[in-house]
């Protein structure tokens, strides 16, 4: 039962221009988002989070907006480089009474950028 | 900056050895996480520990055991290893908080069953 989902395997974008990709989720019990980046041969580094009683973070170049009722959230990239080239993770925090923090992924988008 | 350190990068074993996947963080995480990393399914959690002595079964641990002695060290065993647990193997920690913490990965290690 995969409760984070990525639809789009791959995204190729031209230099310049906006990247947008997506991510929906099912568990509304749901309570912290996370987008991640990785590069090949690499671990998954962090980009940026937004809390579920948010519904828009920016770090610079970076946007990531969560719209709750639809249960989808979504990360703009713009404008978009060739370095942006990677595969981009979105992740979902459940609340754990113990542990604190468990995240689940969703499958991953393979987002190329060309100059 | 938090670094979070797996033993090998590259690993190859025959089917049936016992393995152990090491992962080492240096700054003083409660939680820590071993997920897997397959092509078309994204990183599906192992096993994670809240606390030294502590696991839990994530969504994917048959086949797989891990141990926790000391906080900053979490490793992953694999019992009899078999060629469907060939992947790419991660590690991460993360400061334990009531709402969600950004975890932090090592490099991953590529595991090779034949």
């Known amino acids: 039962d995969q409760q984070v989902k990525q639809n789009s395997p791959s995204l190729s974008v031209q230099e310049g221009r906006i990247s947008i990709l997506n991510c929906d989720y099912t568990n509304s019990m749901f309570d912290y988002f996370l987008w991640y980046k990785k590069y090949p041969a690499e671990g998954p580094t962090f980009l940026i989070s937004?809390?579920?009683?948010?519904d828009k973070n920016e770090d610079g170049r970076f946007t990531v907006f969560l719209n709750k009722s639809a249960k989808h959230l979504s990360l703009h990239i713009v404008p978009s480089q060739p370095g942006d080239s990677a595969v981009y993770f979105c992740a979902a925090n459940l609340p754990e009474e113990t542990s604190g923090s468990r995240l689940t992924f969703g499958e991953g988008t393979q987002l190329t950028v060309n100059p | 900056d938090v670094k979070v350190t797996q033993s090998s990068r590259y690993l190859v074993k025959r089917t049936g050895e016992k393995v152990f996947l090491e992962c080492v963080q240096d700054?003083?995480?409660?939680?820590m996480f071993w997920y897997r990393q397959d092509p078309g399914l994204g990183l599906r959690l192992i096993y994670f520990?809240?606390?030294?002595?502590?696991?839990e079964k994530g969504d994917i641990p048959e086949g797989y055991s891990v141990s926790r002695e000391k906080k900053e060290r979490f490793s992953l065993i694999l019992e009899s290893a078999s060629t469907n647990q060939t992947s790419m193997y991660l590690c991460?920690?993360?400061?334990?908080?009531?709402?969600?913490?950004?975890?932090?990965f090592g490099q991953g290690t590529r595991l090779t069953v034949v």
């Open positions: 520990s809240y606390d030294v002595k502590m696991k």
């Open positions: 937004i809390s579920s009683i948010k």
């Open positions: 700054m003083d995480h409660e939680n």
């Open positions: 991460a920690s993360s400061l334990w908080a009531p709402r969600g913490e950004r975890a932090f």
